[in-house]
């Protein structure tokens, strides 16, 4: 099982979490939404291969986090990941565009001068202006959109750039995330929870209901689960290829 967007340390039991995710070999990509955050995440999992933490400043917060972007700078050499970062549109966050933008640019700027990362991208109401940013920074990594919301055009736009995709079972609950999920290329696309954000079925999810949108997945591309499975780690160590040739 992969989750390639989960925030460990927001559940209100994190140990207890990792340590069921450990005992069921689940590919982790742990992100945070504040540099500030990074340390203690990451210590959350020691030696764990399958699991890796990314240093993030969520756009939610960017206004009240942006002074924590020095630090950010300063954790960049740590990791091969970063997330969640990106830009949220919704109107109660318009009056923090600008703030927003120079978060997310400097990040790119960062990703970029350190030789490009993965990053784990948040895009809600912003798909075309997080496209022109990541278009404005070409070399700044690899970029998994997640939970990818916008347009089918800004979709087929994303696909052009050479972006990845991580979609769970909340986005596969609508009928429009499992529109966008049918376009979105099969080696290109991975798996994630949001949790503990996320819910299903009015309940919080967790990393192991990552099996609801491979049994989903499986139903829009008229595969077995395992086929779908099989594809998903092959799209994560081809992923991890990418990252290899970065970090070289
Ligand atoms: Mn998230």
Not at 136 to 142: A, E, L, V
Not at 218 to 244: G, T
Request: hydrophobic share 40%.
């Amino acid at each position: 099982m992969i989750d390639f967007h989960c925030h460990l340390d927001l559940y209100p039991d994190p140990a207890a979490i990792v340590a069921e995710c450990r005992s069921r070999n689940i590919y982790i990509l742990s992100v945070t939404t504040t540099p500030s955050a990074w340390e203690g995440t990451s210590a959350l999992v020691p030696n764990c291969e399958r699991i890796r933490t990314a240093v993030g400043l969520h756009p939610q917060i960017a206004h009240e986090r942006h002074e924590e972007l020095g630090l950010f700078d300063e954790l960049i050499g740590l990791t091969d990941y970063v997330g969640e970062i990106g830009l949220d549109g919704g109107p109660e966050l318009r009056q923090h565009r600008d703030i927003q933008l120079r978060v997310f640019n400097h990040i790119l700027e960062t990703c970029f001068r350190s030789g490009g990362r993965i990053m784990s991208i948040h895009s809600r109401r912003a798909g075309s202006e997080v496209l022109d940013c990541l278009k404005s920074h070409p070399d700044s990594g690899i970029p998994v959109l997640h939970w990818f919301s916008g347009s089918e055009r800004e979709l087929e736009r994303a696909i052009a750039m050479n972006c990845w995709f991580s979609v769970g079972p909340a986005m596969l609950a609508s009928e429009r995330g499992r529109a966008l999920t049918t376009r979105i290329p099969r080696e290109r696309l991975l798996t994630e929870s949001d949790g503990p954000f996320a819910q299903i079925l009015g309940r919080t999810i967790y990393p192991w209901d990552i099996n609801d949108a491979v049994a989903e997945i499986a139903v829009l591309w008229n595969a077995s689960v395992e086929e779908v499975s099989a594809r998903l780690h092959d799209n994560l160590r081809a992923l991890a290829v990418l990252r290899n040739q970065l970090a070289a």
